[in-house]
């Protein structure tokens, strides 16, 4: 007959039956009927284990650190404050050292601040102010300030000073002189904010905020300047056209005044060229040759009528002739025609 107590099933059974029995609570007696009876409060004996295991794991892990990118740690044991800033990597540290991560990029911060112009008008300044820590101050910070620095250095400064560089400017110009506050903001930020280990980069103005009744003020003034402007405009427009037509009949008159005087120069000219004509013919005429002329001329009819000193005879009433003789005032001396 073949035994099986040492076979390996039996063994592995048997090891884990040991394994269980360490974990399960062992009885403290048992009654006459073989029943266990257990302690109640007892402790199982798996806790101590694993209290032990966490311990540990709690000591592996609170010594060492790693510092992500852009990011520096700052030691502090026991309360004080390390002035040898961790860089970024990882760093072995003690399990009663705490690190304190302070973020050295640039950040983003908006703040609405409440203000006056210098004409007494309430004005809401939105802005965005872009800053960083630096490095090397990033242990003041958390030893003088803590990590809540944002509400206790810079969204006050950011108000003082707003409220400072908007009291010399008037709400109109602080509407078109959004640079040069932007720029005085910047500057007088640096100025106060730069021992505690702050740098502002930029600002920007998001937006002004004005009363209602401003900016009903300020839409009636744009309006009023629209329409002066219109009005001027056509004005403008209505002088230019009065100014063309006077231009237009300045011309015409300018026009019509040299055309005249050309004219009076041309006739001119043609009487001037015409005397000299009748000059010329009155020098080339002579008594023979107006007599030759008039021979040219004469129809070989005697004159109807002829007379000297005041009698005019009608030739045609001389005997021979059917007419009866008539006597008239005689014309002017000269005015009576000649036999040639």
């Not at 209505?238 to 004219?263: P, Q």
């Not at 015409?274 to 129809?299: C, F, G």
């Amino acid at each position: 007959m073949i035994h099986l107590e040492n076979s390996p099933g039996k063994n592995r059974e048997t090891r884990k039956e040991n394994t269980m029995s360490f974990f399960k609570r062992k009885p403290a007696y048992t009654d006459g009927d073989g029943n266990p009876v257990y302690k109640r409060g007892g402790v199982p004996k798996f806790v101590p284990l694993i209290l032990i295991v966490l311990v540990i794991l709690f000591f592996c892990f609170s010594c060492f650190t790693i510092i992500t990118a852009g990011h520096t740690g700052v030691v502090s044991t026991f309360g004080k404050v390390s002035e040898n800033v961790l860089q970024e990597g990882f760093h072995l540290k003690a399990p009663w050292q705490s690190v304190t991560k302070m973020d050295n990029r640039i950040v983003k911060l908006e703040v609405s601040t409440e203000a006056f112009s210098s004409d007494l008008q309430t004005v809401t300044v939105n802005v965005a102010v872009n800053y960083r820590v630096d490095t090397s101050k990033s242990y003041s910070i958390v030893k003088n300030v803590g990590t809540n620095y944002e509400d206790v250095l810079i969204t006050p400064a950011v108000n003082e000073v707003m409220k400072s560089i908007m009291a010399q400017y008037t709400a109109e110009q602080s509407i078109t002189n959004r640079n040069m506050i932007s720029t005085a903001l910047l500057d007088e930020l640096n100025e106060k904010l730069s021992d505690s280990g702050i740098t502002v980069s930029d600002i920007n103005i998001i937006d002004f905020d004005f009363s209602d009744v401003y900016v009903a003020a300020i839409e009636a003034k744009q309006v009023a300047e629209q329409e002066k402007l219109r009005a001027k405009i056509e004005q403008d427009q209505l002088t230019m056209e009065k100014e063309a037509e006077a231009s237009r009949r300045v011309i015409d008159a300018e026009a019509a005044a040299e055309v005249a005087r050309i004219e009076a120069e041309a006739a001119a000219y043609a009487g001037e060229k015409e005397a000299v004509a009748n000059e010329k013919i009155a020098a080339s005429l002579t008594a023979p040759l107006i007599e030759y002329y008039k021979a040219q001329r004469w129809d070989g009819k005697l004159p109807a009528v002829s007379g000297a000193e005041g009698t005019i005879i009608r030739m045609d009433a001389l005997p021979g002739s059917d007419a009866t003789a008539s006597s008239s005032p005689a014309p002017d001396a000269g005015d009576g025609a000649e036999a040639p």
